[in-house]
């Protein structure tokens, strides 16, 4: 109740010869400043849903997962929302980008489902409009969940910001 949900992150299986695909959420804390927008922490846990019947099939709790990590590391704010890329539009805009890249994640899950990837200019805008509204803050994280996913949808244009 008191996280963010994350941007999608597909997996895509083949199970028993038939393509199948799940949907990996990135949970973390989104604590609302008073003086306006909120700071970022990071994820913290994963929701998977498949796709097809939009049913939870794993949750994941990134602290237990991955023990070597230091508890602190999800103590500490990352990031603040609004980012340098989305501060100055109004919400109306930001919420049109924004339906615009879910109908996109959409299109893809569709496509992976019957085992394609999206043709024509889908993967220009996607990785556009990702790039654009995904946090910078946590985009080493998502990289770390999904590394060929961001490997293709946000080539190294964000390393500068990840540190």
Known sequence: ???????PLPVPVVQD???????????????????????????FATATLDWSTRRLVEYADL???????????WSQPVGRFPH????GLT?????????????LYDEL?????????PGGGWAEEFGGLLGRL???????????????????HLPDRHLPDER
């Open 84 to 87: 340098p890329a989305v501060e």
């Open 17 to 43: 010869g038939v393509p199948r695909v799940y949907v990996r959420l990135p949970l973390f804390v989104l604590r609302p400043d008073p003086a306006g927008g909120a700071d970022l922490f990071p994820p």
């Open 134 to 152: 995904l946090e910078p803050a946590l985009v080493p994280y998502y990289r770390r969940l999904a590394p060929k996913f961001l490997g293709r």
């Open 109 to 117: 899950f569709d496509e992976l489902t019957v085992g394609r990837q």
């Open 91 to 103: 919400t109306d805009v930001y919420r049109d980008l924004r339906t615009r890249l879910f109908g």
């Open 63 to 73: 602290r237990f997962k991955e023990p070597q990590r230091s508890r602190a590391e």
């Open 1 to 7: 109740m008191e996280s963010g949900i994350g941007w």
